[in-house]
């Protein structure tokens, strides 16, 4: 089977770079020279080991994006921005009916899964693109459709810790704390203690030198009300490695998809694991 032809959108940032350098030695996928970027970046061009990738600039890629879909039929988005970026950017797919891997979280998630139904393109969409982990939140929401109520009366405290650069909330802390709310704890959003200062990382937390620049750790404790019961559920991630092997799993399926006639669809990660 042909390549799929990918744009990996959000370059020069690391999870960006990451996803790009990683698809290069993947024969499944074909990487395009083309990246759309952000307005604060200040040059026009990427370098890499193998090529040099033309960074598409808000003001210019409606210009541009029309010849870049004629020179690579069946091109597919992988979106790794910024959460401000993300529903401008599904509209942009939209509107040029070119689909996509959404692993950018934040934005009005509500407001992006409407803008694909209401399309002619399908989409994956995830706040994690790591299976095993999503396979983890996968069990949450088993528990909390089975056993409501499971753990009412109990306390909740969530900590997760990633590299400075991220700028929201993790989706898969919201995503399990929304979980753990379904089976009787009273806990919000709110209550999830983000980490971003790398000396507390590395000096409090022990996340080793070399990933305080990329990790996902995250330690979710349940205590019941009279202290004498305790849970606890933790997954740390060291690097974004995890995190492309699973978009690759996404770009595939989701060609499958689109190959079956799919249009106006969304797909999870949970949908990809299913396969």
């Given at each position: 089977?042909e390549?799929?032809?990918?744009?990996?959108?959000?370059?020069p940032?690391?999870?960006?770079?990451?996803?790009?350098?990683?698809?290069?030695?993947?024969?499944?996928?074909?990487?395009?020279?083309f990246?759309?970027?952000?307005?604060?970046?200040?040059?026009?061009?990427?370098?890499?080991?193998?090529?040099?990738?033309?960074?598409?600039?808000?003001?210019?890629?409606?210009?541009?994006?029309?010849?870049?879909?004629?020179?690579?039929?069946g091109?597919?988005?992988?979106?790794?921005?910024?959460p401000?970026?993300?529903?401008?950017?599904a509209?942009?797919?939209?509107?040029?009916?070119?689909?996509?891997?959404?692993?950018?979280?934040?934005?009005?998630?509500?407001?992006?899964?409407?803008?694909?139904?209401?399309?002619?393109?399908?989409?994956?969409?995830?706040?994690n693109?790591?299976?095993?982990?999503?396979?983890?939140?996968?069990?949450?929401?088993?528990?909390?459709?089975?056993?409501?109520d499971?753990?009412?009366?109990?306390?909740?405290?969530?900590?997760?810790?990633?590299?400075?650069?991220?700028?929201?909330?993790?989706?898969t802390?919201?995503?399990?704390?929304?979980s753990?709310s379904?089976?009787g704890?009273s806990?919000?959003?709110?209550?999830?203690?983000?980490?971003?200062?790398p000396?507390?990382?590395?000096?409090?937390w022990?996340?080793?030198?070399?990933f305080?620049?990329?990790?996902?750790?995250?330690?979710?404790?349940?205590?019941?009300?009279?202290?004498t019961v305790?849970?606890e559920?933790?997954?740390?991630?060291?690097?974004?490695?995890?995190?492309?092997?699973?978009t690759?799993?996404?770009?595939?399926?989701?060609?499958?998809?689109?190959?079956?006639?799919?249009k106006?669809?969304?797909?999870t990660?949970?949908?990809?694991?299913?396969?």
């Amino acid at each position: 089977m042909e390549p799929v032809p990918i744009m990996v959108n959000g370059l020069p940032g690391k999870m960006a770079a990451t996803m790009f350098n990683f698809a290069l030695k993947d024969s499944r996928v074909a990487v395009m020279p083309f990246s759309l970027t952000g307005s604060d970046i200040p040059f026009s061009e990427y370098e890499t080991e193998t090529m040099t990738v033309k960074l598409l600039h808000p003001d210019r890629r409606d210009h541009e994006i029309g010849d870049i879909l004629k020179q690579y039929p069946g091109l597919m988005m992988v979106d790794y921005t910024h959460p401000s970026a993300v529903n401008d950017n599904a509209r942009f797919y939209v509107r040029h009916a070119v689909p996509f891997v959404m692993g950018t979280t934040g934005g009005d998630r509500s407001l992006l899964e409407e803008t694909v139904k209401k399309s002619e393109i399908s989409a994956v969409i995830a706040p994690n693109m790591a299976k095993q982990i999503v396979g983890f939140q996968a069990m949450m929401d088993f528990a909390a459709s089975s056993f409501p109520d499971l753990f009412k009366g109990y306390r909740l405290q969530v900590k997760e810790s990633h590299q400075r650069g991220k700028a929201d909330t993790s989706g898969t802390a919201k995503a399990v704390v929304g979980s753990f709310s379904r089976m009787g704890v009273s806990c919000s959003e709110k209550d999830i203690e983000m980490e971003r200062d790398p000396d507390r990382q590395r000096d409090i937390w022990g996340i080793p030198e070399a990933f305080l620049g990329g990790h996902g750790w995250h330690t979710y404790t349940l205590t019941s009300a009279d202290q004498t019961v305790t849970f606890e559920f933790k997954h740390n991630v060291n690097g974004r490695d995890v995190y492309t092997l699973g978009t690759l799993d996404a770009i595939l399926y989701l060609r499958n998809k689109i190959q079956s006639g799919a249009k106006g669809q969304v797909f999870t990660m949970m949908d990809v694991l299913k396969g």
